[in-house]
């Protein structure tokens, strides 16, 4: 099991990375995410195996209903971004820098 | 199978390494897409393989669709795969920087040794775990359902919301 | 925006605030910090303008990272120990990564980029949103755990956030911005006091809600945006201004005012712990803070009328007072008697 979680892991973490070091694209940073919410629905899925306990499942389903609805919010601020900026840029969204 | 769910991983962080290697946006989705192949095969490995099913159909039919749509609307003129320097370069610090946080993350989590046996659910004639836990929803986990339920229509309204002003403010119409 | 979904969306956010602060299962406390974040991006965008998109396209990316870095912490948690409740945590190395994560949602000091970003994009009592009723589902979270996070980590990130508030907000124009840097201090000390004394901790988060929302509706009734126009401000009401002096010196902390007791209790605490150097450290970094609120009195109304003011007029001399404003300005200013009773509770 240890692997496992060492596996999974590192998936995480080379996505937040991707997210945190995201310079072009707004959609790649929104694949990164994706990529995160992917890997933590793999991580609890193989714990609530492990564990033999059916009732997580249910927990593990509001998991991908709330991983939706975050896409789904991530791509409509695309659209819109795309709209007020003109492209889907990253930098582009430097009206605000301090 | 442990060397099969083992190898079913190794292929899910390279597929994440992919996304994250920051290519063009096709790339990336075809990235994620070979990730969530495999995250279903490494579910089927570890014994639940409803969910799996639910994760690869979730993923690859709904949310895969539109984020084609949405990637085919931030086009690029020059797409950069993996092999163009920027983003090999971003796949070599990237992976020298997970040996690094790997490392440390393995040091600090896995007390034991490396390869186990993993844990299977029951056979087919008997009530499967993940089906059972998936339909508890419907019975008495109904908080999880009603609260799922509540966050997909304020998920509607956000969306409508967000995507709504035309008038204001908007440079082209896309 | 229709006043339906308005109403829709502010239902969703106080019902998830009140799930997360409910809840034992983590899945459940992080559900309500999604549903949170969620509603909380139309009433940002409301505008709709390049500005309002953008704040809150950076306000869903570090909500959406910092929930995630949530999720996965006390999931490697339940790993671990196969726990999944709140409360019945155990210090280990997921915490750590858990704090980060909490702090990232708070805008505490090394995350705290996108606060005064987003404070610019939005309106001002969206901002009045965020930096009060938004602080208060990751902070019941952190005040569930006090014990088995990391304390070194959190009084250094309080410390840190305490000085990066008051040197950030030094050279800031516009009001807005200034209010999100005095946030990011003040929530330093809520932080900071939370290992020692987290009664202490809910004391300052109470007073600070306080004394914000105050600000806010002065804000908002004179409709400030920048420094400069606090210049003409004082024709449109010249006691609210002074009030309003009043309010930002209570926020730094001077005596007789509301905004010393936290203060004060939280130093005599210090001292009692023998934490002599941290409490110099906090009451130092305070006058980071205190200077910038004193240069929003100063052109308040230190510049008086007969002064030349390079500033046009404003012409809409008409202000919308708040129903709330004057009991708050009351409490605002002069809670400081309530102090022994403070102490009598603690």
Known sequence: ?98 | ?174 | MHPSITSLLLIALSTSTIITMSSYHWMFAWAGLEINMLSMLPLISKEHHPRAVEATMKYFMTQAAASAMLIFASTINAWQTAQWDISLLTPSTPMMMLTLAITMKLGLAPFHFWLPEVSLGTTNSVMLIITTWQKLAPLAIIILLHNSLNHHLLTSLGLLSMVVGGWGGMNQLQIRKIMAYSSIAHMGWVVMILPKAPDLSLLYLMLYIMLNLTMFLIIISTALTKLTSLFSTQNKSFPMMILMALTLLSMGGLPPMTGFLPKWLILQELIYQHQTQMATLASLSTLLSLFFYLRLVFNAFLTTPPNTSNVTKNWRNQTNHHILLPQMMILSLMLLIITPLVISLF
């Open chain 1, 1 to 98: 099991m240890p692997t496992i979680l060492f596996n999974l892991g590192l998936a995480f973490m080379t996505s937040m990375m991707g997210l945190s070091l995201q310079r072009s694209h707004l959609i790649s940073a929104l694949l990164c995410l994706e990529g995160m919410m992917l890997t933590l629905f793999l991580m609890l899925t193989t714990w609530a195996t492990e564990q033999q306990s059916s009732l997580l499942f249910s927990a593990l389903m509001m998991l991908l209903t709330l991983s939706a609805c975050g896409a789904g919010t991530g791509l409509s601020l695309l659209v819109t971004t795309t709209r007020t900026h003109g492209s889907s840029n990253m930098n582009n969204l430097n009206l605000l820098q301090c």
């Open chain 2, 1 to 174: 199978m442990t060397y099969a769910i083992f190898l079913f991983g190794l292929c899910f962080v390279f597929g994440l390494l992919l996304v994250a290697s920051n290519p063009s946006p096709y790339y990336g989705v075809l990235g994620l897409l070979m990730a969530s192949a495999v995250g279903g095969g490494f579910l089927v490995g570890v014994g639940s393989s409803f969910l799996s099913v639910i994760l690869f159909l979730i993923y690859s039919g709904g949310m895969l669709v539109v984020f084609a749509y949405s990637v085919a609307l931030a086009a690029d003129f020059y797409p950069e795969a993996w092999g163009s320097r920027s983003v090999a370069v971003n796949l070599v610090v990237f992976l020298s920087l997970l040996v690094f946080v790997g490392s440390g993350f393995s040091w600090g989590l896995s007390k034991k040794g490396v390869g186990e046996e993993t844990v299977d659910f029951g056979g087919i004639s008997l009530i499967r775990g993940d089906f059972g836990g998936v339909a508890i929803l419907y019975d008495f986990g109904c908080s999880v359902l009603v609260v799922s339920g509540w966050v997909l229509l304020v998920a509607l309204f956000v969306v409508l919301e967000l995507t709504r002003g035309q008038s204001r403010g908007s440079l082209r119409a896309v």
